[in-house]
Nanobody, 124 residues
Framework: QVQLVESGGGLVQAGDSLRLSCSVSGRTFSSYAMGWFRQAPGKERDLVAAINYSGVDTYYRDSVKGRFTVSRENAKNTVYLQMNSLKPEDTAVYYC?????????????????WGQGTQVTVSS
């Protein structure tokens, strides 16, 4: 059973930074494509960033390009989302997700495993 556990969320002010972590159980993490999603109240769960199994390839939604960075440490079974210059519109529950695939995965329905989410609140 693969389990994903996010941490690092919190309440910050606009312009501040946060780093989210997602720890993944299991010995096959290095073969997983990973993604970070977010869901604000009353909205869809949208992809924020994605990373392939090796960490070489990444994807970002336009609204976070230049501010967010996704990375991974396969030796630690952990994926990160560094969030800088946070804005109130970044407020959401952030979820990490994983699936056994070599490339970048953009479709939400393609992810097999999900974490429980961590709240990020950015005040103005």
């Amino acid at each position: 059973q693969v389990q994903l556990v996010e941490s690092g969320g919190g309440l910050v002010q606009a312009g501040d930074s946060l780093r989210l972590s997602c720890s993944v159980s299991g010995r096959t993490f290095s073969s997983y494509a990973m993604g970070w999603f977010r869901q604000a109240p009353g909205k869809e769960r949208d992809l924020v960033a994605a990373i392939n199994y090796s960490g070489v390839d990444t994807y970002y939604r336009d609204s976070v390009k230049g501010r967010f960075t996704v990375s991974r440490e396969n030796a630690k079974n952990t994926v990160y989302l560094q969030m800088n210059s946070l804005k109130p519109e970044d407020t959401a529950v952030y979820y990490c997700a994983g699936t056994a695939a070599p490339g970048i995965i953009l479709r939400r329905s393609s992810y097999q495993y999900w974490g429980q989410g961590t709240q990020v609140t950015v005040s103005s």
